[in-house]
């Protein structure tokens, strides 16, 4: 019996200088979309710290992100019966709270002296953020983009301001466009907070300009009021 218990410590022994040398297993990051039930447009999940919320509706699951080359996200939910995706990128507008400052000053100061000041103004309406959405899809190609009526955005959506898409033909080049040949980009707004871009893929035109007309508003700022929504 004594020897039981040096046996079970050289084993135990033998164990940790097993797994000496091996990287350790990575933490899996927690989720920052928080479920909350059920909404206007089915399982509702919101993002607390970009003050949005997403309705995964039915006849959709919500899936992992895939993992590319191409365009980076955070949320995904695909239809179970159909070539047709929803993914959503969040990018946050951050920034040191003293550049932050100086900025505000001088876009406030150009606004009164045009051209007396020269940063960018993060929170102007510009076309060209989703533009540059598309050339990663459509390889560069020229895209015709409308942007939102801004007392419509800010209802709708909560934004306050935004811009979408006319359908694109993919890349099928593009790793992130893998198993679909159709794609749209709804970008929206909310200073302060930053850009909330909904892309959208499919197998088919059919299923692009169908399958999104009764989830159009699935995706949004808090406060928003989209059309026939019934919370």
């Known amino acids: 019996m004594r020897y039981s218990g040096v046996l079970l410590l ?3 022994t033998a164990a940790v200088f097993a797994g000496a040398g091996k990287p350790a297993k990575k933490a899996a990051a927690a989720d920052p979309f928080v479920k909350a039930g059920s909404g206007g447009y089915g399982t509702r999940w919101r993002y607390p710290s970009f003050n949005a919320v997403v309705d995964v509706p039915p006849g959709f699951e919500r899936v992992q992100p895939k993992k590319n080359r191409d365009i980076a996200y955070q949320f995904a939910m695909r239809h179970s019966n159909a070539a047709f995706e929803v993914r959503l990128q969040f990018a946050a507008q951050r920034e040191d709270p003293e550049r932050a400052r100086e900025r505000k000053e001088c876009v406030e100061q150009n606004r009164a002296q045009a051209g007396s000041c020269f940063m960018a103004d993060l929170d102007a309406p510009s076309p060209a953020w989703i533009q540059a959405m598309a050339a990663n899809m459509n390889a ?4 015709q983009i409308f942007p939102f009526p801004a007392d419509g955005v800010k209802a709708e959506f909560g934004a306050d301001w935004g811009f979408v898409s006319e359908p694109i033909v993919l890349d099928l080049r593009r790793d992130f466009n893998t198993g679909y040949k159709f794609g749209q980009v709804v970008l929206l707004h909310r200073g302060g907070v930053g850009k909330l871009y909904r892309i959208i ?8 300009r169908d399958l999104d007309k009764g989830i159009f508003y699935n995706v949004r700022f808090e406060g928003a009021s989209p059309p026939g929504l019934k919370e």
Do not use: D, H, R, W
């Open 10 to 12: 050289l084993a135990g």
């Open 201 to 208: 893929l499919a197998g088919s035109f059919e299923e692009l």
């Open 140 to 143: 560069g190609e020229p895209v």
